[in-house]
Antibody
């Protein structure tokens, strides 16, 4: 079935790096824009990054710009998030999500989500 | 960036009640507005896209309306399984695709 499975979370010290992965199955991964979204403890959802289906465009939230890098390998049906210079405020559950482009013009909706992977930044 | 403001931040209602959550955008977003449900310990789930389109598999007691800057999510008859946080999201502008701050729905 259509599925996204995140991995790579863990406990890391401030200033260190971590790479998250999101393995997709059950659909044509290369046809969809893919996002990372996070939720910090006690907070709401925060959009983090987007990569277009073909990898030609990337967008980031201001809070992670210059520190995080989104990438994808369409041959492996996998999305990545390289997180550098981690801060305590990056502590969150990180979700990958598929974008359903329902009208082909502006942004769509996030119709498939992974179960999330927990990142804790602490000394 | 477009800011999304939801109200109320939390509510408590009885089973069978009609529940309404509002979401206001800081500028017009046409109908590029989505609603998600996040149950405790679960990933978010898309309920409504394009302001009023019901996602496949979502119960018909959920509905959405609005355009421009003002939007509404309605649960016509609250059920115990609707205990969750609800988030609106705009996808009108170039990213960031901002979310509202969320509304927690509790069952009396």
């Amino acid at each position: 079935q259509v599925q996204l499975v995140e991995s790579g979370g863990g406990v890391v010290q401030p200033g260190r790096s971590l790479r998250l992965s999101c393995a997709a199955s059950g659909f044509t991964f290369s046809s969809y824009g893919m996002h990372w979204v996070r939720q910090a403890p006690g907070k709401g959802l925060e959009w983090v990054a987007l990569m277009w289906h073909d990898g030609n465009n990337k967008f980031y939230a201001d809070s992670v710009k210059g520190r995080f890098t989104i990438s994808r390998d369409n041959s492996k049906n996998t999305l990545y998030l390289q997180m550098n210079s981690l801060r305590a405020e990056d502590t969150a559950v990180y979700y990958c999500a598929r974008e359903y482009d329902y009208d082909g013009t502006r942004g769509g909706a996030f119709d498939i989500w992974g179960q999330g992977t927990v990142v804790t930044v602490s000394s | 960036d477009i800011q999304m403001t939801q109200s109320p931040s939390s509510l408590s209602a009885s089973v069978g009640d009609r529940v309404t959550i509002t979401c206001r955008a800081s500028q017009s977003i046409s109908t590029y507005l989505n609603w998600y449900q996040r149950k405790p310990g679960k990933a978010p789930n898309l309920l409504i896209y394009a302001a009023s389109s019901l996602q496949s598999g979502v119960p018909s007691r959920f509905s959405g309306s609005g355009s421009g800057t003002d939007f509404t999510l309605t649960i016509s008859s609250l059920q115990p399984e609707d205990l969750a946080a609800y988030y609106c999201q705009q996808t009108y502008s170039t990213p960031p695709y901002t979310f509202g701050q969320g509304t927690t729905v509790e069952i009396k």
